[in-house]
């Protein structure tokens, strides 16, 4: 799985500057950008390109026999082409024939992958790590009803409409949620197995149906904006009371690993799963507190604070995650602390801009101006790490 990795670790790097050229765009708007063509590319490429990318590599890795992998690799470098194909037409197009077309055929092609991820473990012992990762991939095709359910409502003139709104957090909260949180607690689960530790089965079970059980109706959490009625809200207060409750039992099996094991991490690391921890519970509180109506509007309101959501979410738990996971299977370089401080910096300093009442203009240190500067400390800290895996390799 190592000379593939550069893939996901390329789009990760595409992403990460196609982000700050839109940030670039509103210091000076750039006439031939469209900014919501390029936005779709960034967030394709994020989401398809890095993360789904790199955790289906991981469950080959960790799951597959060697002797079922080649036709996974086959359909993965297949994969790759779409994405490259998505990576042209979103920014020529936006959501248009091509880009449309190609993304059919990627949720296609996952499905024939979960086809055959469920096929080749079906008569493995469900271990957590392996129930995760299932549950995952469940997830992707759900939240594919999402972008496809966009066609018909451009077409019946419902462009920008709640309804379409609707489907845009659909697929957002099941990706979010469902398949991104669930494939890095298979990856976390499948780390402390490989080096193992053994959990407690009554917790993880719990944690882990609560997570599940939870993330249906934790989706009305974020429809209440457009007040919808009592019913949603109180869906949306169980589905927090639950993940809450999940918390506790994640804590109490973070709590119970060895502190042996810990001390074998790298500092490098150890410092991206705890941003990624504390990403975490920081993602569950929020998503709490936004069944009060008053939240929930204030979130759909101010456009800042959902993109600073998304971002915890996207870059503080996923990523930093899965950066941590990757230089502890030895898939990229260990790289300096300073490194990892300084796209860690990079990331706390847009949240915190993106959440504080920082006036847009007007003077050299504003909103706009901050956060580019820290756009361009993450992709340079990226760019670093990628720099420092890669140059030894011929890659």
């Not at 789009?11 to 210091?27: Q, T």
């Not at 690799?73 to 959501?95: A, K, N």
């Not at 957590?128 to 997830?139: G, Q």
Request: proline letters at 4%; one cysteine or more.
């Amino acid at each position: 799985m190592l000379k593939y990795v550069k893939y996901p670790l390329f789009y990760f790097f595409i992403a990460a500057c196609v982000g700050l050229l839109l940030r670039a765009h509103f210091i000076s708007p750039f006439t031939w950008l469209k900014f919501p063509y390029w936005l779709h590319a960034h967030s394709h490429l994020m989401f398809l390109g890095w993360i789904f990318n790199l955790l289906s590599l991981a469950f080959i890795h960790t799951h597959i026999d060697e002797k079922h992998r080649r036709r996974y690799i086959t359909l993965f470098l297949i994969i790759q082409v779409l994405l490259l194909g998505m990576l042209v037409s979103f920014p020529l197009q936006g959501y248009g024939f091509y880009s449309i077309t190609i993304s059919a055929l990627h949720t296609a092609l996952v499905g024939v992958f979960a086809v055959w991820f469920f096929k080749d473990t079906r008569h493995k012992a469900v271990d957590p790590s392996r129930w995760f990762a299932r549950i995952s991939l469940i997830f992707f095709l759900v939240s594919a009803v999402g972008p496809f359910s966009l066609g018909p409502l451009m077409v019946n003139g419902l462009v920008y409409s709640k309804w379409y709104y609707f489907a845009v957090y659909y697929y957002l909260h099941f990706q979010y949620n469902g398949v991104f949180t669930f494939g890095v607690l298979s990856l976390f689960f499948g780390l402390l197995d490989e080096r193992g530790v053994v959990l407690d089965p009554r917790l993880v079970k719990r944690f882990g149906y609560l997570v599940l059980l939870s993330c249906f109706p934790a989706y009305f959490l974020s429809t209440l904006w457009a007040k919808p009625g009592l019913t949603f809200n109180i869906l949306g207060l169980i589905a927090a009371i639950m993940q809450l409750i999940a918390l506790y039992y994640f804590i109490l099996l973070i709590r119970s690993i060895p502190s042996l094991l810990i001390n074998r991490i790298s500092s490098t690391a150890k410092l991206l799963f705890v941003v990624a921890f504390l990403s975490f519970i920081t993602k569950l509180i929020l998503q709490a507190l936004s069944v009060h109506p008053y939240m929930a509007q204030l979130a759909y309101e101010i456009r800042n604070y959902v993109m600073a959501y998304l971002h915890l979410v996207l870059l503080g738990m996923i990523s930093s995650f899965l950066l941590g996971w990757c230089m502890e299977q030895q898939w990229i370089r260990k790289p300096t602390l300073l490194i990892v401080m300084l796209f860690l910096i990079g990331f706390v300093g847009t949240e915190l801009t993106l959440i504080t009442p920082i006036p847009s203009a007007g003077s050299l240190i504003n909103s706009t101006n901050l956060l580019f500067f820290f756009s361009c400390m993450m992709v340079f800290g990226l760019g670093s790490i990628l720099w420092n895996t890669f140059k030894g390799r011929g890659i």
